[in-house]
């Protein structure tokens, strides 16, 4: 029983990473005021781009930090068209995605079917082999590991350093950031790099780690739950993380359904397949309505353009 | 100060300022200056340059020609950043702040480089002790007053111990007493030799305060003056270029019936930081002018939206109209018994910016006056309304065509007010009817309502400008954190008096503001 709570627990962290990945990428991108719903492409593009990398020169390390740069680059183009070219920011992000669809599919279409290793496993001597203790904590791969670190700093960075605190007061009035003289496009540009990096990394994790392998459109929506999950932690990184555990507890809930025939209440499996959606769908709705509205504040100027007069 | 013998150079001084944007000088070769420790008074109307001036001096925007000299050198003021260094501080007509930041990172985002927070926060603490100006560091913004958010734009400025302080419209927000205040660190500021360049259209206070006073009309100096000698009226005149009409103001009126009431409303605010209203009550009588005054944020937004329509109460019977309870009742069913409404803002709330003049007009007029019998529009009789509009209010616009953006704020809102008062209602309710207007608008708008309370009608004004208030109505109440208060008559009401109202309990100055409603003031109401 207990070997079975720890298989169940370390699944649910390993289907959550990939969305935390995304979604910590995209509260930085959001809390400097930008919405970029262009989140699933660039995921895809880092999970192709990770898996043919790693692939063909045989070194994950490469192959994640080019995930990393690839979804930076398709932030770039989203950069290109809503900061400097003042596009409108929804539509350039769901055209995003559909790019990052189309393109991901026809870079990975020699990659199709072939096998890969999986991420090794950490193995610390000592602590990974204590009984529960061990495989719950010390038995992931390194990926892992690092999205949680990078939920840390990204908690520190936005609450502690100067930096983060021009970049919240951007997202807050970049009109009042601009007259006081902080540069407002700029600090833009960046978090929407940082934001594609993340999500690129989050793409690697999935073709790398959680299934080794490249099929079209494998990331299946988890780019747009990244983004409820930004509005389901209000903006702050430690109820991402923890949003990001939730869900991916539901989705291998939906996994564990699907294999024993619908828990044994006979439901088609379909209706576990949708659940990770339906949740977001209800998540979205509870605290955009309600009394507590007010304390999930999203960025004040979040999506709207800003054009400096000079 | 230096250089004391054979006239030391100004502290500030412009020559040949001119700065273009598309269709329009803002600023035409302005020159002046202003010594140390002189309070210098910048005067004109909206639209008259002031603000595009000042931006030019504090870096954020660029003068296409002419230069500025800094004590006596000439400098280029590339960005804000460079204005600080030289000792040139700013306060914003609207505020630069972040509502949901607190006040120390607030103060911290507007010094240079990085300052250490603990050390800034005894610093903040120290200062707004010394100015007179308290302030709590870890509170949120959108939990102070309006007077409270200025300080935090004062305490910033003082922080880094400018020689120039520039003050963008000061007071338009803040009450009697809040204003006295700040005259007070001001004056103790320029006595320890910080030169104040003192930007407003209110002329008593410029008299009441400054040294030295450069009058701006369409981007052009035109005048100089001392304005403890000048008369207000000279300096008006100055201002606007023409002789000061005389409104024909209205007799004593005897008592009249009713026309609209509200009694005991109960509104609980739909708003993150709203105000709810607790127990509002007023009537409003034909002919007569009702004002409403207060400091944005204390529920006005609420009031208006109840009064309009746009928010309904279950208590049909806590507003009536010529004794209907209408409470329950919408937007477009109110109209149709004859209470029209005029929100504040303009662009979005009042009027669609991106479609003509002829389509707003059919958005609010359709029913009234007939303009989509069956569902059709037609625009023949649309175009004629909106034609009549445009002439019977002098609004200046291309014709019914033109987009509702493409207009000034003065014009749009003499159309928007044209538009309401041409439905002939039975009440109107007008929020800050003239705000952000020139002083020939404000004059032809405070006439149509004159002419229309003379009409018969109940006029209700929101407004946060006491002056308007004390011009227009008969009687006004203060509206404070959601409550309104006993009505007085203006003919006998003081400034004080009204003041004090305004700043919350009786007697009382709002020395720590009462938290507004559940979490604090609206940051959707932001400081005009």
């Known amino acids: 029983m207990m070997d079975f709570l720890v298989l169940i627990t370390v699944s649910v962290v390993i289907a959550a990473t990939p969305m935390l990945f995304a979604a910590v990428g995209e509260l930085v991108v959001e809390r400097s005021g930008v919405l970029n719903l262009g989140v699933e492409g660039m995921m895809l593009i880092g999970a192709v781009v990770g898996f043919g990398v790693t692939m063909t020169t045989g070194s994950a390390v490469l192959g994640i930090a080019s995930a990393a740069l690839a979804g930076a680059a398709l932030a770039l183009i989203f950069a290109v068209l809503v900061l400097t070219l003042m596009a409108n920011q929804v539509a350039t992000g769901l055209a995003l995605t559909i790019f990052g669809i189309g393109l991901s599919a026809l870079i990975g279409a020699g990659f199709v079917g072939m096998p890969i290793a999986a991420l090794p496993k950490l193995f610390i001597p000592g602590v990974s082999d204590l009984p529960v203790i061990g495989p719950l904590l010390f038995q992931y791969d390194a990926m892992v590991y690092l999205s949680i670190a990078l939920t840390v700093a990204v908690g520190w960075f936005l609450k502690s350093t100067h930096a983060g605190m021009v970049l919240r007061a951007v997202g807050e009035s970049a009109e009042s950031a601009h007259s006081i003289g902080h540069p407002v496009i700029r600090v833009r540009y960046l978090a929407t790099l940082f934001g594609g990096a993340l999500a690129g990394l989050g793409g690697a994790f999935l073709s790398l780690s959680v299934t080794p392998m490249w099929a079209e459109n494998m990331t299946s929506g988890r780019g747009w739950i990244a983004l409820a999950l930004v509005v389901f932690g209000s903006w702050r990184p430690g109820r991402v993380l923890l949003g990001a555990y939730i869900f991916g507890g539901v989705t291998i809930l939906q996994l564990h359904a699907q294999g024993s025939g619908g828990l044994g209440m006979g439901l088609p499996s379909q209706v576990f397949t949708m659940l990770p959606y339906l949740a977001t769908i209800a998540v979205l709705t509870i605290i955009s309505a309600g009394p507590w509205r007010g304390r999930f504040q999203a960025p004040a100027c979040l999506g709207q353009p800003f054009r400096p007069s000079v | 100060m230096r250089n004391d013998a054979g006239g030391a150079p100004p502290r500030l001084e412009l020559r040949g300022i001119t700065k273009r944007f598309p269709g329009v000088v803002a600023n035409d070769a302005v020159g002046f200056s202003v010594g140390p420790g002189e309070i210098h008074a910048l005067l004109g109307e909206n639209g008259a340059g002031k603000s595009t001036l000042v931006k030019i001096i504090y870096g954020v925007l660029h003068a296409d020609e002419g230069e500025v000299l800094w004590n006596g050198q000439a400098v280029s003021l590339a960005n804000p950043h460079e204005a600080r260094r030289l000792g040139i501080g700013m306060v914003f007509q609207h505020f630069s702040l972040f509502d949901g930041m607190t006040v120390l990172e607030n103060i911290a985002l507007g010094l240079e480089g990085k300052p250490d927070m603990r050390s800034l926060s005894g610093r903040i603490v120290e200062v707004s002790k010394a100015y007179g100006l308290p302030l709590d560091p870890r509170r949120e913004i959108h939990t102070l007053s309006v007077g409270e958010r200025q300080r935090v734009e004062i305490v910033r400025c003082l922080l880094q111990d400018p020689k120039l302080l520039i003050m963008d419209e000061p007071t338009s927000v803040l009450t009697p007493q809040e204003v006295e205040r700040l005259f007070g660190t001001l004056r103790m500021l320029s006595a320890e030799g910080c030169s104040i360049l003192y930007i407003s259209h209110k002329l008593q206070e410029i008299k009441d305060l400054c040294d030295h006073a450069t009058i701006l009309r369409g981007g052009k100096v035109v005048g100089e003056c001392d304005p403890k000698v000048e008369s207000t009226r ?39 930081f709203g105000t709810s209203l607790k127990r509002v009550g007023f009537e409003v009588g034909a002919g007569e002018i009702f004002g409403i005054a207060g400091v944005a944020g204390n529920g006005q937004n609420e009031l208006m939206r109840a009064l309009s329509g746009e928010l309904t109460v279950a208590t049909a019977s806590s507003i009536r109209l010529d004794g209907k309870p209408v409470g329950n009742l919408g937007v477009e069913p109110r109209r149709a018994l004859g209470l029209c409404c005029v929100p504040e803002e303009r662009n979005g709330h009042a009027a669609v910016p991106d479609m003509s003049l002829a389509s707003n007009a059919l958005i609010s007029a359709r029913n009234r006056m007939k303009l989509a019998a069956k569902g059709w529009i037609s625009r023949d009789a649309t175009r004629a309304f909106a034609e ?9 616009a291309r014709g019914p065509e033109s987009a509702a953006r493409s207009l000034s704020g003065g014009n749009l809102q003499k159309y928007i007010v044209g538009r309401e008062i041409l439905q002939t209602p039975e009440v109107l309710v007008i929020a800050q009817p003239t705000w952000g207007v020139d002083a020939g608008a404000a004059a032809a708008i405070h006439q149509a309502l004159f002419n229309l309370a003379q009409n018969g009608a109940a006029i209700v004004v929101v407004s946060q400008d006491l002056d308007e208030l004390l011009t227009l109505c008969d009687r006004l109440a203060v509206l404070n954190v959601g409550t309104l208060s006993k009505a007085i008559a203006t003919a006998d009401a003081s400034l004080e008096e009204i003041g004090l109202l305004m700043g919350g309990l009786h007697g009382m100055t709002p020395e720590v503001p009462a938290v507004h409603g559940e979490l604090g003031q609206g940051s959707g109401q932001h400081v005009a």
């Not at chain 2, 606007?240 to 009713?258: D, V, W, Y």
């Not at chain 2, 009549?388 to 200046?396: A, H, M, S």
């Open chain 2, 388 to 396: 009549r509009i445009i002439q019977e209010f002098g609004v200046k």
């Open chain 2, 234 to 272: 000279g300096m008006a005149q100055l201002m606007i270029g023409a002789e000061l009409k005389t409104l024909s103001r209205r007799g004593a009126r005897p008592k009249a019936a009713t026309r609209f009431s509200v009694e005991a409303l109960d509104l609980a605010s739909d708003e993150p």
